[in-house]
């Protein structure tokens, strides 16, 4: 777990170039305690800090009469096959850590090294008059830039760039329509800040001076036709699964799994062999959870049945309702802009108390997405709409009225929509069903897993934890972006290819239970806590420049009232998310521009 940043330019500030360079360094140290570096020369800046195991940074190296400096936030799992082609063409590396096979590769084969790289990955390269820039094909890795009239900066997260005096906390119209519209989400490659942009996944860039930022797509899905058999496909799947994990957990003896007794964290724990198991689970669930459609079943028997099969060492972290909410503005900070509320501070804090026993630990995050696990996979209808945050017209009833009337909600939606399904390709004899899922695994990989794997890699880096999700091996989502729905739904059932391919590996009841989501708390103390919280909040808080506070008095309260953002969040996860909005506004100075 590391952090980068830096910058090229952005000069005509009062404050020298070293002091801006310790500030930036300072922020960036939440993700890297241990190590830290800074490469200063002319007008250029990198930063990189990390946890001892990470390696060191900045990296350089000189070939002839030219020096490259890198640095580096991310792990490859190809290192062995990388080592042996630099060797074959001559490059004898310092040694085999991921930073240096990414800085050689980058001096053998030029920009097109991302193509090779296996792996989650955010790095800069500065080869002397240009700073080469790539984030990974799922952005499982986060890259933050900003431009200027003088320049280009970048760090691991938005809160480091701001302190950067040239980089403001301005938000704009439009950040506020994705905040109060589509948050806790953006949309690609953007951020809620008007300023700060995000170098989307599979992408790579390049900045000089002269010529400015230039963005490359290096990564993209296509459609092709699938030619394997359900068994050969079910076959397939384990087979790349399994190498993904191998990759995953070589070489590295102190690793954990989260465990949930779901079908894909259980998966992740048989086939990696791993003994130390994790999960979190919330004071009075076992009094106060009732089953739904969403979450049909309590985890704890399951987990107990693959902790048992497996011969496991588990620990259950229990998470309290006031420790939940206290640590909204921490996961907050983590993400460096408002996230899912206390699915989020959960998150940080079970990621704190792993972090305890292991430096590194495995999550089935991700097979949702590709095995179309979802309940708007199921549905007939082609979408309208982001399926995970319907009803537009409930959002923008907390908007506040002077900015309501500034832009229309429906409009905002639909055109966002738009722009999203357009992305996904098709081939010319998909029927109506398979063209339908091929949008909607674009929309789950653009639009939604974004945010899930931010919630994962920014709240698991501020606990300094790894966090590694080998079901987005992106050979995998490769594969199975072309394999079709009735393989994927086999037997009428969610992630029913994926069943088959896990099948004489796990318990019987594990191998069919329903899906069932991430844990959340039921206990009604919490959402007398955040209702509490959320009262006192002053009248002329910043909240109230965007929300209004009719609007979050009806909703304190309803009782159910209705789902804000995917299966999650509910009354007290949107009070959450408004309270870590407050919590934001008032750390970063957020100023409106609208």
Not at 197 to 213: D, F, I, M
Request: aromatic share 12%; proline share 5%.
């Amino acid at each position: 777990m590391s952090g980068i940043g830096g910058f090229l330019g952005y000069g005509g500030t009062a404050i020298s170039m070293a002091t801006v360079c310790e500030a930036m360094l300072t922020s960036l140290k939440k993700r890297g305690q241990n190590e830290h570096g800074t490469f200063i020369s002319e007008d250029v800046c990198l930063l990189h800090t990390s946890n001892p195991y990470t390696g060191r940074g900045p990296l350089r190296a000189v070939l002839g009469q030219k020096a490259y400096i890198l640095v580096f936030d991310g792990e490859l799992y190809n290192k062995d096959e990388l080592i042996q082609e630099l060797k074959k063409l001559g490059y004898y590396l310092p040694d085999a850590s991921d930073g240096a096979i990414v800085l050689y590769s980058y001096i053998a084969w030029g920009e097109v090294c991302v193509e090779r790289l296996l792996g989650v990955f955010a790095f800069a390269v500065w080869d002397g008059g240009r700073l080469f820039v790539a984030r990974d094909r799922l952005g499982l890795k986060p890259f933050f830039y900003a431009t200027g009239p003088r320049g280009f900066a970048f760090a691991s997260d938005t809160k480091t760039l701001l302190m950067h005096p040239n980089i403001n906390p301005v938000m704009s119209l439009e950040g506020v329509a994705d905040m109060m519209l589509i948050g806790p989400a953006h949309t690609p490659g953007t951020t809620f800040f008007r300023d700060i942009k995000e170098l989307q996944p599979g992408h790579s860039a390049s900045y000089t001076n002269s010529g400015g930022l230039s963005i490359c797509r290096y990564w993209q899905l296509k459609a092709k036709p699938h030619s394997e058999s359900f068994e050969e496909t079910s076959y397939t799947v384990r087979k790349i699964l399994k190498d993904a994990i191998a990759r995953q957990t070589a070489n590295s003896p102190e690793l954990g799994v989260f465990l949930s007794g779901g079908l894909d964290s259980s998966a992740i724990t048989a086939l990696s062999g791993c003994k130390d198991t994790f999960s979190v689970d919330y004071v009075g669930n076992d009094k106060y959870f009732t089953p739904n459609s969403f979450q049909p079943d309590d985890d704890n028997s399951y987990i107990k049945e693959m902790v048992t099969n497996l011969r496991a060492h588990h620990t259950r972290v229990v998470l309290g309702s006031d420790e939940l909410a206290e640590a909204l503005t921490s996961a907050m900070q983590a993400r460096g802009l408002p996230g899912m509320g206390d699915v989020d501070s959960a998150l940080l804090l079970f990621c704190q108390n792993v972090r305890e026993s292991v430096p590194i630990a495995l999550t089935g995050e991700g097979a949702d997405e590709i095995f179309g696990g979802y309940p708007w996979y199921q549905q007939d209808d082609e979408p309208t709409t982001f399926p995970w945050s319907r009803d537009v017209k409930y959002r923008s009833s907390f908007i506040a009225p002077h900015i309501l009337g500034r832009f229309d909600p429906q409009a905002y939606i639909h055109n966002r929509f738009e722009e999203a399904i357009t992305a996904a390709g098709s081939l010319y004899d998909d029927d109506a069903k398979e063209r339908q899922v091929r949008r909607m695994f674009h929309l789950n990989l653009d639009w939604f897993l974004p945010n899930l794997a931010t919630r994962n890699e920014s709240m698991s880096a501020f606990a300094g934890l790894t966090v590694r999700s080998p079901f987005l091996d992106h050979r995998l989502v490769e594969y199975l972006y072309n394999v079709p729905w009735t393989f994927k739904n086999h037997n009428d059932r969610e992630k029913g290819l994926l069943r088959e391919a896990l099948k004489g590996l796990l318990p019987e009841s594990v191998l069919w239970r329903k899906k069932s989501p991430f844990p959340k708390t039921h206990n009604p103390a919490y959402m007398s806590k955040v209702t509490d919280m959320i009262r006192v909040v002053e009248k002329d808080a910043p909240l109230f420049t965007i929300i209004s506070r009719d609007a979050i008095n009806r909703l304190i309260t309803e009782e159910a009232g209705q789902p804000w953002y995917g299966q999650l969040m509910r009354v007290p996860q949107t009070i959450a998310y408004f309270l870590q909005i407050d919590a934001w506004m008032k750390e970063y100075g957020v100023v409106l521009s609208i």
